[in-house]
């Protein structure tokens, strides 16, 4: 057959198919010999990683031994004709029943000498993988970006639909970003848009210098501070608070505004509870209550006089630990105990005030506090210097008199001591109830079980007074 010198032909007349399979098989992955019906009858380049399995293709059919969508692309290659759009390159994939599809990008050559057909392949398991992979990260990006559709959809929806007014902010220009309808009906005039506006124009100038400060010492903190303002419109007074984000590149704050009169309305306390925190705040005893890691949200005034601080924003969002004797150790023993149980009591520490070395003595009792809201942990602390002192005092006082007592034995009778130590113990008894009533002659009475008019009696008797004492109190 004549060919044409710029023509490829896909009919090899001069040499038969063994030759001209040994040949193409030094450039080309694998080489497939088939009689003209398409049987395999030999399997050139097997040593190739993965593809051993294709000797097992020999005697088969090769058009049986693909995919189904691969079957007739063989038909048409397989076809005698010279055609070249059924002569060109295909992928094709060989089926195995014991590992994956193997890819191929094939063509075939009719020997015409022996009447064979050669199947010239090409491996595209390394292109298949990056397809698969293009394919898999299409797939996740495509995931991602209907996520944050819907996740920006909900934002939008939940930050429209919210009741409080909600402001986002550039943090270098001050300029609105967005605004949700609340805080543009109670900000703006009708028909003033806010967006593009600095937010200075909406707040009263006298308390905008003191919004900056507060937005400059927000950045980079994860805790909303709050401030109160006037609002130019109407001159409203309003409570901002002031959450720092992060956008990228960008420093932004979400503001809330609510008018001091819905704060007044949201926050009402029953006389029951005003009476409980009142109670608490002016406690002799420390009160504290902080995070469930122990950073300080907030306590009464005594503790703040315990640890010489002046304000409570200087201890807040502080850890306790800073003021405990033991410091960490402390914190870490009282934690470990309230995973297994709501309360502890009578935890004995010390408080270390600021700029003292030496600390308080204090009775410390803790309680676990979970609810839907939130969970922390409430402290009681209490001062024991005073009690420790008198404890060691009397203590003392006990083996003094302890000690002169075993001395009199021998000298006096029994009778004697026993006499003498009675009336060493009524004494000691009457000071002390002296003591805890703070001088209450009438308390005092009551709580040793005597009449008033006997317990003068032997305060007469023992030489005890108190000038100082009430009678009728």
Known sequence: MNILPNKSSNRINDIDSSSAANLISHVADTVLVMDENGIIENVLNTQTPGFAHLKSL??????????????????????????????KWRQINISSPDSPDLPLMVMVLHCTQDNKILGIGRDLRSLANLQQRLIEAQ????????????????????????????????????????????????????????????????????????????????????????????????SVPAEISVNFLREENQTIFLINIILNSQITDHSSVDDNSLRLMNAVQHSSDAFVITDTR???????QTFLEMTKVEKMSEIAN????????????????????????????????????????????VELSAVKVINEKESYIGFS?????????????????????????TELVGRVPLRDIV??????????????????????????????????QSLYIKMRRFGITEPNGTEDN
Not at 294 to 300: A, D, E, H, M, R
Not at 391 to 404: G, V
Not at 421 to 448: F, G
Request: proline residues 1%; hydrophobic residues 35%; charged residues 25%.
């Open 58 to 87: 020999i005697g088969k059919s090769w058009v049986e031994s693909s995919t189904v969508e691969s079957r007739k692309k063989i038909e048409m290659l397989l076809a005698a004709k010279d055609d070249e759009n059924h002569q």
């Open 139 to 234: 797939q996740a990006i495509e995931t991602d970006y209907l996520r944050l559709r819907f996740a920006e959809a909900r934002y939008r929806q939940l930050f429209d639909l919210s009741t409080t007014s909600h402001v986002i902010i550039d943090g270098s220009t001050y300029k609105i970003l967005e605004a949700n309808s609340v805080a543009q009906d109670l900000m703006a005039d009708k028909g003033r848009r806010m967006i593009g506006r600095s937010l200075a124009e909406f707040i009263d100038m006298n308390d905008f210098n003191e919004l900056q400060e507060v937005l400059n010492s927000s950045r980079n903190i994860n805790v909303s501070k709050k401030i109160s303002v006037k609002l130019v419109k109407n």
């Open 294 to 300: 122990g950073k300080i949200l907030t306590s009464n």
């Open 318 to 361: 502080e850890p306790i630990d800073n003021w405990l004797g033991r410091s960490s150790i402390d914190l870490q023993v009282i934690l470990n105990n309230l995973k297994d149980k709501s309360s502890i009591k009578h935890y004995i520490t010390s408080i270390i005030p600021n700029g003292n070395s030496s600390g308080v003595e």
């Open 381 to 405: 602390i209490r001062s024991i210097g005073q009690r420790i002192s008198q404890r060691n005092q009397t203590n003392h006082d006990l083996k003094q008199t302890a000690t002169k007592l």
């Open 419 to 452: 006499s003498e130590t009675t009336d060493m113990i009524e004494k000691m008894c009457i000071m002390s109830a002296l003591e805890l009533t703070m001088n209450n002659r009438v308390s005092a009475s009551e709580m040793l079980g005597l009449s008033r």
